[in-house]
């Protein structure tokens, strides 16, 4: 099984929909994270968590809301998807350790937006 | 402010063409800068971590290599199996995330 999963893979909606992304890691990492990816444009942090209480937003945090669960669970929401927010999005997680930043990546979800 | 930057932004090669990638990067304090691979529609796979100037890893027919302004990912006779994009990302201060560049997207052709 993946360590790191992502429901659902893929997702059409129409503009001013509620949509949920959700993503669960069997790593037992404390950090996780939520990235999009635009064709182009590279890899780019929506919203991070080092642990259940703390969240904290990224780069593009606009338009998006995050939800830590549990320790191994993080969810990414769209209140009101517009056509822009059309991309690949990607969890990510990583150990607390400190010698290592490195994140692992689950398989994705492709979102579209009509 | 963090910054990455790859080239090039795409690269064909015969099977066997050995070749090199680049990437370039200014950062105030490097923890770690690494190297992924990502096939089409799948998430990035973990490649390499290097840490300091002067260090080389291998993996098979990849060799990172990391110098204080840049680091290259040599491709030794790549085989079509090699043809994805290679992501290269850094991490720095106290924050630990991750700044990506925008990829390299190699092709191997047979």
């Known amino acids: 099984d993946a360590d790191v999963t992502q429901t659902p893979r893929n997702r059409i909606t129409k503009t001013g929909k509620r949509i949920m992304l959700e993503c669960s890691q069997t790593?037992?990492?404390?950090?996780m994270y939520w990235y999009r990816q635009d064709p182009g444009l590279g890899l780019r942090l929506i919203y991070y968590s080092f642990d259940v209480k703390d969240i904290n937003k990224g780069e593009i945090s606009d338009g998006y809301s995050v939800s830590r669960q549990a320790q191994a669970k993080f969810s990414l929401s769209l209140e009101s998807a517009i056509p822009n927010q059309t991309a690949l999005y990607f969890c990510?997680?990583?150990?607390?350790?400190?010698?290592?930043?490195?994140?692992?990546f689950g398989p994705g979800t492709r979102l579209t937006v009509l | 402010e963090d910054q990455v930057t790859q080239s090039p932004e795409a690269l064909r090669l015969q099977e066997g063409e050995s070749s090199s990638l680049n990437c370039s990067y200014t950062?105030?304090?490097?923890?770690?800068l690494f190297w992924y691979r990502q096939d089409p529609g799948k998430g990035p796979e973990f490649l390499f971590t290097?840490?300091?100037a002067g260090e080389e890893k291998e993996k098979e027919r990849l060799k990172a290599t990391l110098t204080k302004k840049e680091s290259f990912l040599h491709i030794t006779a790549p085989k079509p199996e090699d043809s994805a994009t290679y992501l290269c990302?850094?991490?720095?201060?106290?924050?630990?995330?991750?700044?990506f560049g925008s990829g390299t997207q190699l092709t191997v052709l047979p």
């Open positions: 290097l840490y300091s």
């Open positions: 950062v105030s304090g490097l923890r770690g």
């Open positions: 990302a850094l991490s720095s201060g106290s924050a630990r995330q991750l700044t």
């Open positions: 790593k037992g990492h404390d950090r």
């Open positions: 990510a997680t990583s150990a607390v350790a400190a010698s290592t930043d490195t994140q692992y």
